[in-house]
């Protein structure tokens, strides 16, 4: 079918091909019309309507690894460090530390780039939402009131694991259920990102909100195709890597080979990929000894695929209000920060791309010395 959006690993040059070729005023048609109607969305894409953004699950792995870097990172207005982090989780939830510096691993220990743990350290994130410091909790008496505010100050960190766990791991849920839940991760990495910039450094915010906005793109554009099916995790760069490991394994052991064996490799890995998704069963389990979250088959996703039963304009409404509601709970956002209509009333300029709400003249002009450097640098 028509190729309606493609996506990079975070590699710096893919970025600034994107900005130059995919990031154009969307064209007039239906795909304007409901793209218009979702608050803070950005009306932008390439020439024939391809979206273009990046890789949710390295989005994932480099949010992580900017929580274990050396210099720590800033949720509020709390600076945390990684062994901080692991001492107040270990305390609240009762999980050893030694099972969390797995998920957790120090900067330079691996390559961090474990689909497994990383969904595993977002879950034990996502249990801290909601919880509070109790008597249950072997803490000093004189420490309980710093470990409180500590606690309080992860809570949206606590919120935005939530959404990452079900993107990666909720294959029983429909299409429309994950739509209000990439609003919502949306809507909460932008609140947190207006609120305090250290929160989430420049690359990284982006990387998130437009791989976000191409999900939805995605499913609208399928809607206007007639497509009866769409898988979330196959919209990246997880075929491309698939095609990487069959090509490197296609002759038994001979790994290398010339522009000419790629050809033929390339066009025998084609074929036999245009079978297996008309009959998907016939493709033999990967052989692993451990679970993973990484690689999914269509036949593991069970929930409805089906965009055309997605009404994307409700969906994003709710999911926009969710994150909107739990973050208004926490004391250190006030109304102005999750009010978001209210907000686009007094900054009608603001967008997921342009979250100060700066007049399109002014867009870019942020001071890098305010941001961060990502961790994480993609590997092919």
Same mark, same amino acid.
């Given at each position: 079918g028509k190729i309606i959006s493609v996506s990079s690993d975070h590699d710096s040059t893919n970025g600034k091909t994107q900005s130059s070729m995919f990031r154009r005023d969307m064209a007039a048609g239906r795909r304007r019309e409901i793209c218009a109607k979702l608050l803070l969305f950005d009306l932008e894409e390439g020439e024939g309507g391809v979206s273009a953004s990046y890789d949710e699950q390295h989005n994932g792995k480099n949010h992580r690894a900017k929580m274990i870097r050396k210099s720590g990172y800033v949720i509020h207005l709390i600076e945390f460090t990684?062994?901080? &982090?692991?001492?107040?989780?270990? #305390?609240?939830?009762? $999980?050893? +530390?030694?099972? !969390?510096?797995?998920?957790?691993?120090?900067?330079?220990?691996?390559?961090?780039?474990?689909?497994?743990?990383?969904?595993k350290g977002f879950s034990v994130l996502g249990t801290?939402?909601?919880?509070?410091?109790?008597?249950?909790?072997?803490?000093p008496e004189l420490q309980k009131p710093a470990m409180a505010q500590k606690l309080l100050e992860l809570q949206p960190l606590a919120y935005i694991s939530q959404r990452w766990v079900f993107l990666f791991t909720k294959g029983d849920a429909s299409l429309a259920d994950h739509v209000r839940n990439i609003a919502s991760l949306a809507a909460a990495v932008f609140i947190v990102r207006r609120h305090c910039k250290?929160?989430?450094?420049?690359?990284?915010?982006?990387?998130?909100? &437009?791989?976000?906005?191409?999900? #939805?793109?995605?499913? $609208?554009a +399928?809607?206007? !195709?007639?497509?009866?099916?769409?898988?979330?995790?196959?919209?990246?760069?997880?075929?491309?890597?698939?095609?990487?490991?069959?090509?490197?394994?296609?002759?038994?052991s001979m790994r290398n080979f010339d522009c000419l064996q790629m050809e033929e490799r390339m066009s025998n890995i084609v074929a036999l990929r245009s079978i297996y998704e008309q009959h998907p069963t016939w493709r033999a389990d990967p052989k692993r000894l451990s679970q993973?979250?990484?690689?999914?088959?269509p036949a593991s996703w069970t929930g409805d695929v089906d965009p055309r039963n997605v009404?994307?304009?409700?969906?994003?409404?709710?999911?926009?209000?969710?994150?909107s509601s739990e973050l208004s709970k926490l004391p250190f956002y006030n109304s102005s920060d999750t009010d978001l209509r209210a907000l686009l009333l007094r900054k009608p300029h603001t967008t997921l791309l342009n979250p100060q709400g700066k007049p399109p003249q002014h867009i870019g002009d942020e001071d890098p010395s305010d941001d961060e450097t990502e961790v994480v640098k993609s590997e092919t």
């Open positions: 990684r062994e901080s &982090t692991i001492h107040i989780v270990t #305390i609240v939830t009762g $999980i050893p +530390c030694s099972v !969390l510096e797995g998920y957790w691993p120090a900067p330079g220990v691996d390559d961090h780039q474990c689909v497994s743990s990383m969904v801290l939402y909601g919880k509070k410091i109790d008597a249950s909790m072997n803490i250290k929160s989430l450094p420049s690359q990284l915010y982006t990387a998130i909100v &437009t791989a976000a906005m191409r999900l #939805i793109k995605d499913i $609208i +399928c809607q206007c !195709l007639c497509y009866t099916t769409y898988f979330l995790f196959l919209a990246a760069t997880h075929i491309l890597e698939q095609c990487f490991g069959m090509m490197r394994t296609f002759v038994a993973t979250f990484d690689h999914w088959n009404n994307v304009v409700n969906m994003w409404a709710l999911g926009v209000q969710d994150a």
